[in-house]
């Protein structure tokens, strides 16, 4: 079957870094998604890879390794905002999205 | 403002009550979704519309029933519902429905409590 792993929960300070890990196992692949989603509000795009390596956007950037199924998304100077859960998704060889179930980012002063 | 709007935000029902859930979006997308989200679990597919046909029903019982009457608005359909429904329902919409980046934009969800 498809699975998408990453951890329930993190917890993290206030103007440090955080690494949210993802792995996944699908029938092929065609891209991976980052999502944010405060507590009740929308799921918000946060970044696409579909090629390895590293993309930076501002304060997060988002790390794909093929050959592992493994993707991390990495968030530089915490803010208490970026509190909120953290969505991965693949798209596999269908074009079906295979969503793994958050991870919960908690944000200390 | 997100460009699709969801409505009611919080609705409670009884099992044997009918409601309708909508979904707006003004994004001029031409995919339009329905998701479940429940606490800790992966966001659950339950229908898509591309170009205003329905391309995929996820073994969704029938007490959900979806209505796309063009690409900007989405119904969900709700009757006799069981407790076990009651969970977070998403609308989301994207460009297409196939794509390999296709990035969705989600509404901020109808909270539903089946009584």
């Known amino acids: 079957g498809q699975n998408i792993d990453q951890p329930t929960e993190m917890t993290a300070t206030e103007g440090a870094i955080v690494q949210i890990n993802c792995t996944y196992q699908?029938?092929?692949?065609?891209?991976l998604f980052w999502y944010q989603q405060h507590a009740g509000e929308a799921p918000t795009f946060l970044s696409y890879?579909?090629l390895d390596g590293l993309e930076e956007k501002g304060r997060f950037s988002s790390f794909l390794s093929r050959s592992k199924g493994y993707s991390y998304l990495l968030l530089k100077e915490l803010q208490m905002k970026d509190s909120a859960s953290y969505l991965c998704?693949?798209?596999?060889?269908?074009?079906?999205?295979?969503w793994g179930a958050g991870t919960k980012l908690i944000i200390k002063p | 403002e997100t460009g699709v709007t969801q409505t009611p935000r919080h609705l409670v029902m009884g099992m044997t009550n009918k409601k309708s859930l909508k979904c707006e979006q003004h994004?001029?997308?031409?995919?339009m979704y329905w998701y479940k989200q429940s606490a800790k679990k992966p966001l659950e597919l339950m229908f898509v519309?591309?170009?205003?046909?329905?391309?995929e029903n996820n073994s969704v019982p029938s007490r959900f029933s979806p209505e796309c009457p063009n690409s900007s608005h989405l119904f969900l359909h709700l009757h006799t519902l069981q407790p076990e429904d009651s969970a977070l329902y998403l609308c989301?919409?994207?460009?297409?429905?196939?794509?390999?980046?296709?990035?969705?934009?989600f509404g901020a969800g109808s909270r539903l409590t089946v009584l």
């Open positions: 994004l001029g997308h031409n995919a």
């Open positions: 890879n579909v």
């Open positions: 699908t029938s092929g692949f065609n891209g």
């Open positions: 998704a693949v798209t596999d060889s269908n074009y079906q999205l295979i």
């Open positions: 519309y591309n170009f205003k046909e329905q391309t």
């Open positions: 989301a919409s994207s460009q297409e429905a196939v794509s390999g980046a296709n990035v969705l934009t």
